[in-house]
């Protein structure tokens, strides 16, 4: 028989969210007190009344009356203390009596019934017995249940067997509802947190809010169902207990400070001689530590990415106190490492992995390894943890990121090494727990890509011990219809290796800006650009006129779409008008010339608005705030640093800073001046460039150009682009590998899109001393390149001086003449490499006839040059 639809919980807006109450439906509201329960109940029965309804209502519990006074119900009294078998049965005696006809049932608080039965299984026996009862008449049926009080021998049944269940929390006297289960009915927002304020029920969209108000939930110890007789749980009872009694004055501080150091070294850091180890050590307290193991699943470390982000987080609130009102609350989950081992073990992967070597088929290897790790299974009980967290983020997006043991680290970066995964977190709670489970197995096989393996080989560390913990986030941002998406996304540097101009103080620091998500500022796109930005001087660009500054400005944003369920990318106008109210002016600039232009055409509705940044960066404080938040990480660090970031507007004046992610930045020393010979002679300068140049300044003799030509490479077939990355990788990477190697040729190298560039890989280029990328294949040369990228990091921790050069720009110089006369060795050293002759020019200082190859490389002055020369003397 169909159900009855139209019935109501007393709530229409609520009604609305769930999708209506249907007759059947068993309604359990989880709360931390009862007086948050009371609303909703004085609603529920005042409904019965105004419909006609009857009102059954079964007293058994030591709390006040949940019926309201002076409303018509038929009460019966019953004591649990009879037990199990004649309460329910004098229970479904009642119902067997009032029959069908969408009766209306509240009970009182089912946790007291745990208490008087001593089991939270029985209680989950009763309710699975008696919730399918009430659905077979047709009734209607409201619960109460004490929040993170029970096992899951009592939630899990209650949550399995219930139509709907909803967690209720109060903040700040507004009541939120969260539904966690929503039996056979589907929206795009129901599974979001909602506010109740009057008669209305609405989706809270802004991560930050979000955030905010499920952090203050009281949470449980997420590892309910271990043994509390194990080490791991012991640990962590112990310190709880002993951090309990030291707020009230009774544990002393040698004590504490000895559980201190062993929490410490059960979740972030285990080598106390390790930098890392001190820096927690100083900031870390125990309650603070008490409160990511309070947010863990399973055992181990929380891995290189999460220590640095709750690290900087603690710097932060300890050193600039100021500022927490300015930073958006994290609710981050931990996936612990021993989870990542017991899944290899597990999945039959672990001897595979264990016997991998560096020989000729270590990629080949690896893959089939992936594939295995890929497909594999968890145990019921992590399944279960990861329900909960799914569970508690709703359908709020969730980003799930590696977080490995080696990552992150001062001296390894792994910077994009290692997957991040994003979650729309669309769909039913099965889909979305599927989905969820899929992006854990990603970050876990990323750990056999060529391109992580290649960085521990290069590194010396491919029998470092390596696991995989990981970070599950909630994706910083905001509902905009049926996009997801934050207003900036950025990384930035304490220190600034791009000195464009003579005004720009290095130590004070750079962003790397992007609207949307910030995987455009931290992936290199070669077919978009960002705001790179000079903490010095905010406003000041590395473009020049106007027409440059609109052609480099990013056009395309990455969101995540809710109805595609997936990470996209739109373009700029259509993401704007695709969302709600935006605070425009704050990112974007008219573009006042294309509007003129328009009219005269007699065009309407043209999109004109370009993404400059200007009034965030001149009418806000929030460069003030980023050079201080660098500022107080690399003091703390004594290193620089470098973050990922977003920001989020409240208003035009109020903003959260999301602070992500924090490491190292290793890029050592100081910039430095070179003195140039006066003058170099222009037929012996080969190339010479005017910026950008990124990395320490260099003096030095190269022993070793690869050229690749411009206008030969751009009429390649696709195919054919990456057999030369080949080519250029076996150059690169010979057995007898010279010196000092300098890498040359069009468009990007690295690329992704061949049609932009060399489609080299890091593998393939990490053993040059100089990259060198020249605007001669494509539409210019993009000012920023790929600064503040994965990519840029990759250079920076190989010690790879980072070279563009624009023909058409002052200072820059191809001499192709001299180029193009110099003796090419690449037939030499790679015999069947006779096709590309043309392409690939190999020069050898060896064979230049006594001469030498000279580059002179001033970051601080923006210039450098690579020329000929008998004899120089280069100077600092």
């Known amino acids: 028989m169909a159900k009855r639809t139209d019935l109501s919980c007393g709530i229409p807006a609520l009604d609305r969210v769930l999708g209506g109450v249907w007759s059947g439906d068993n309604i359990v509201l989880q709360v931390d007190d009862l007086q948050d329960f009371t609303p909703f109940v004085e609603r529920y029965c005042e409904y019965t009344r105004e419909a006609g309804r009857k009102l059954v209502y079964f007293r058994f519990a030591d709390h006040a009356a949940l019926l309201p006074q002076g409303l018509p119900a038929e009460v019966h009294e019953l004591d649990p203390a009879v037990g199990f078998e004649q309460f329910i049965s004098e229970i479904l005696t009642v119902i067997d009596r009032n029959g069908h006809d969408a009766v209306y049932y509240l009970f009182d608080c089912l946790s007291g019934l745990a208490a008087d039965w001593f089991s939270d299984r029985m209680l989950g026996n009763f309710f699975r017995l008696t919730c399918p009862y009430l659905y077979e008449y047709d009734t209607v049926a409201m619960f109460v249940l004490f929040r993170d009080v029970h096992t899951p021998l009592a939630t899990r049944a209650i949550h399995d067997t219930a139509q709907v ?20 009915r589907r929206s795009p927002t129901m599974y979001m947190l909602h506010s109740w304020e009057g008669e209305d029920v609405e989706p809270v969209t802004r991560s930050a809010i979000l955030a905010g108000i499920l952090s ?4 449980p110890w997420i590892d309910t169902n271990v043994d509390w007789s194990d080490p791991w749980t012991s640990a962590f009872v112990e ?12 544990a002393d501080d040698e004590y504490l400070a000895s559980l201190t150091t062993r929490l410490t070294k059960m979740l972030l850091s285990r080598d106390e001689n390790d930098e890392l180890f001190k820096l927690c050590a100083s900031y870390f307290t125990l309650g603070d530590l008490l409160a990511v193991g309070k947010r863990m699943i399973g055992t181990g470390l929380v891995g290189g990415k999460s220590v640095g982000m709750l690290l900087a987080r603690r710097i932060l609130a300890r050193e600039v106190p100021e500022l927490a009102e300015s930073l958006e609350i994290h609710d981050s989950f931990y996936v ?52 909960e967290i799914i569970d508690y983020f709703g359908q709020s997006p969730l980003i799930v990121r590696s977080s490995s043991l080696l990552e992150d680290a001062y001296g390894n970066s792994f910077s994009g090494k290692y997957e991040s995964v994003f979650c729309a977190n669309q769909g039913d709670p099965e889909q979305r727990l599927e989905a969820f489970i899929d992006a854990v197995r990603s970050v876990y096989a990323s750990t056999m890509s060529e391109e992580a393996l290649s960085y521990r080989l290069h590194r010396g560390l491919l029998h470092r011990d390596e696991q995989m913990a990981v970070l599950v986030q909630r994706v910083s941002g905001e509902f905009q219809g049926r996009l997801y998406y934050p207003h900036i996304g950025g990384v930035g540097y304490s220190f600034n290796p791009y000195v464009w101009n003579k ?20 992936d290199r796109h070669d077919d978009d650009y960002t705001r790179v930005v000079a903490l010095s001087a905010p406003m000041l660009r590395p473009e020049g006129s ?20 997936a990470h996209v990318s739109r373009s700029f106008e259509q993401v704007v008008r695709a969302s709600g109210p935006l605070l425009l002016e704050i990112f974007a600039s008219r573009d006042t010339a294309l509007e003129s232009r328009a009219r005269s055409a007699g065009l309407e509705d043209v999109f004109s608005q370009v993404l400059t940044f200007d009034r965030l960066l001149s009418d806000t404080d929030l460069p003030d705030r980023m050079r201080l938040i660098l500022e107080t990480l690399g003091k703390a660090y004594r290193h620089p640093v470098d973050i990922e970031f977003t920001v989020n ?36 300068v080969m190339i010479s460039t005017g910026g950008p140049l990124i990395g320490q300044s260099l003096a030095t003799e190269i022993d ?135 392409v690939i020019r190999v020069i050898d200082a060896a064979d230049l006839g006594g001469r030498a190859m000279w580059l002179l490389a001033d970051t601080l002055e923006q210039r450098g040059v690579l020329f000929l020369s008998e004899a120089c003397a280069v100077g600092q």
């Open 503 to 522: 005004s720009i103080d290095p130590r004070q620091g750079m962003l790397r800006l992007v609207f949307g998500l910030g995987t455009r500022a931290v």
């Open 649 to 684: 507007f409240l208003d035009e004046e109020g903003y959260r800073i999301n602070l992500l992610q924090c490491r190292p930045f290793h890029f050592t020393g100081e910039l430095t001046h070179l003195r140039f010979p006066d003058p170099i002679p222009a037929d012996l």
């Open 704 to 838: 070793r150009l690869v050229y690749v030509v411009p206008e030969r490479y751009g009429v390649l077939p696709i195919e054919e682009r990456y057999a030369v990355a080949q080519l250029v990788g076996r150059i690169a990477n010979s057995e007898d590998r010279v010196r000092s190697v300098m890498l040359a040729g069009p468009g990007r190298w690295g690329t992704r899109m061949p049609e932009l560039g060399v489609p080299a890989t890091l593998s393939q280029i990490r053993n040059a001393r100089v990259l060198c990328e020249i605007a001669e294949m494509h539409a210019g040369l993009s000012p920023d390149l790929s600064l503040g990228t994965h990519f840029f990091n990759d250079l920076v921790d190989l010690g790879i001086l980072y070279v563009g050069v624009a023909p058409d720009r002052q200072g820059g110089i191809l001499n192709k003449s001299l180029l193009g006369e110099c003796p090419n060795a690449l037939v030499r050293l790679l015999p069947d490499s006779a096709a590309y002759a043309d």
């Open 239 to 250: 310190a709880r207990e002993a951090f309990e009694a030291s707020e009230h004055g009774g």
């Open 546 to 565: 106007s027409d440059e500054v609109r052609k480099y400005s990013q056009k395309i944003v990455n969101v995540l779409d809710l109805e595609e369920n």
């Open 165 to 184: 269940v909803l967690d209720v929390f109060r903040s700040a006297d507004t009541l939120y509802v969260l539904p966690l289960k929503v039996f056979d």
């Open 216 to 219: 203050r939930s009281p949470q």
């Open 336 to 387: 612990g490492s021993d989870v990542f081992y017991s899944y290899l073990v597990r999945n039959d992967c672990w001897w595979d992995r264990f016997r991998l070597r560096a020989d000729d088929e270590l990629f080949e290897r690896a893959a089939r390894i992936a594939d295995k790790i890929s497909s594999g299974s968890f145990p019921p009980v992590v399944v279960e943890q990861f329900r």
